[in-house]
């Protein structure tokens, strides 16, 4: 963390909020500001355009859709997105197709991630009036544990360092941003939990084989079917960590496909270009606490479950629903504020801790069978077997996929 000391903008400027990053929580956050019209100002190292088009997370839980509608940001989501109601594994050669809606009435969402941010930065910048800026550079934090934090940087257009003073610093920069990385060892404890093993992430410009999601357990490792869009389709292979995606050719990803999703009766897989092919070591972590004086950490920053369980994107959302609505609070002075700002770093790491709990629960069903452990294959298999034959743990395991249980 750097000092007041080293600021020397000839022409410092004075706002409540500054974000840090770009991605679902920071806009989200943002926007909830605006809304309450609240002057804030987002921080971006990348361009829009850029932003627009990485690819990321494509799942929503309806409870982030329905956050997402109370604060004025689903309308594009709820026009385009998908919604799916049950999910299939398949295992031991055969298809067994979980209903979810059917045990809990809500849906899953697919609506790709660009597509989200896309819709945040217009409503943000375009319809809200909100300040962003883009292609900035060289980010610090200053003097987070004070009461007067600041954050400074590079103008692309000048590459004159420039100050932003604030109340209050949101850090939804993600796991390698600056916000993370301003904090104290002695400050923080960051637990963190390594599967062992790799996905290959792979998209696919084919349409998917199924209307649902599609999770093999096999011997020869875990596959995964995400449809994205009628065109284009998500793909996991279980690999080694640090696997070299040049590995993997074409003709090898698609036989394994093939192979590890296999079943009775089954569509065959339609295979199409493969536009992206990048190893994601699985691992876990979290970082405790949220908050740091002024400093608030959401997202990726603060936290990161692996995409086991299609968590990540709904945990950044809930972060952002606390943190804008405590913010927009404090900020607009109403009684009792500062309970939400306080109780922020708790609340929602409760959440996280029980989606973190499940993927480490779902990772067994998942990779057990390849293993080589006849006990862990025996025990991931009794798992699997008894979703489909007890209507309690099934309504169980379908709180928690779709994030559910309790109701937070």
């Given amino acids: 963390m750097t000092t007041s000391s080293h600021l020397n903008s000839p022409s410092p400027q004075r706002v409540p909020v500054v974000i840090v990053g770009a991605g679902p929580a920071g806009l989200t956050v943002g926007n909830i500001l605006r809304a309450a019209g609240i002057d804030c100002v987002v921080l971006e190292c990348e361009t829009r355009a850029f932003i627009e088009q990485r690819p990321r997370a494509g799942v929503l839980e309806e409870w982030a859709v329905r956050g997402l509608e109370r604060r004025g940001l689903a309308a594009g989501l709820l026009a385009r997105a998908e919604r799916h109601t049950a999910c299939e594994f398949r295992f031991e050669g055969e298809r067994h197709r979980f209903p979810y809606t059917e045990l809990t009435g809500d849906h899953h969402f697919v609506y790709p991630q660009p597509l989200l941010v896309s819709d945040l930065v217009r409503e943000y910048a375009d319809v809200r009036g909100g300040d962003i800026r883009f292609a900035v550079g060289d980010v610090r934090l200053h003097d987070v544990h004070s009461d007067h934090p600041a954050v400074s940087y590079l103008c692309p257009d000048t590459g004159q360092r420039r ?231 099934a309504a169980a395991f379908a709180e928690q996929y779709l994030g559910t249980a309790g109701r937070y």
């Avoid at 779902?362 to 034959?389: I, K, N």
Wanted: some cysteine; hydrophobic content about 45%; charged content about 20%.
């Fill in 163 to 393: 100050v932003l003073h604030c109340a209050f610093l949101a850090g939804c920069d993600g796991a390698r941003g600056v916000s993370r990385a301003a904090l104290s060892a002695d400050r923080v404890r960051v637990a963190r939990h390594d599967y062992g093993l790799g996905w290959l992430a792979l998209l696919a410009e084919a349409p998917p084989s199924s209307d649902c999601v599609l999770f093999g357990m096999h011997p020869d490792g875990f596959a995964g079917q995400m449809p994205r869009s009628p065109q284009v389709t998500r793909y996991y292979l279980q690999c080694p960590p640090g696997d070299d995606p040049a590995n993997w050719p074409d003709d090898r990803v698609w036989e394994q496909l093939h192979r590890r999703l296999a079943a009775t009766d089954a569509a065959p897989l339609a295979e199409g270009t493969l536009i992206e092919k990048r190893v994601l070591d699985m691992h876990d972590y979290v970082v405790e606490p949220m908050r740091h004086g002024r400093l608030f950490l959401a997202g990726d920053a603060a936290h990161l479950v692996a995409p086991i369980a299609a968590k990540g994107m709904n945990l950044a959302l809930h972060d952002a629903f606390l943190l804008g609505d405590a913010l927009a609070a404090h900020c607009a002075g109403l009684p009792g504020a500062e309970a939400g700002l306080a109780g922020y770093s708790q609340a929602s790491l409760r959440r996280v801790w029980d989606y973190q709990e499940f993927s480490q629960w779902l990772s067994e069903v998942y990779h057990g069978a390849a293993t080589g452990d006849p006990f862990r294959a025996g025990t991931a298999l009794a798992r699997m077997r008894r979703l489909f034959t007890s209507p309690s743990a």
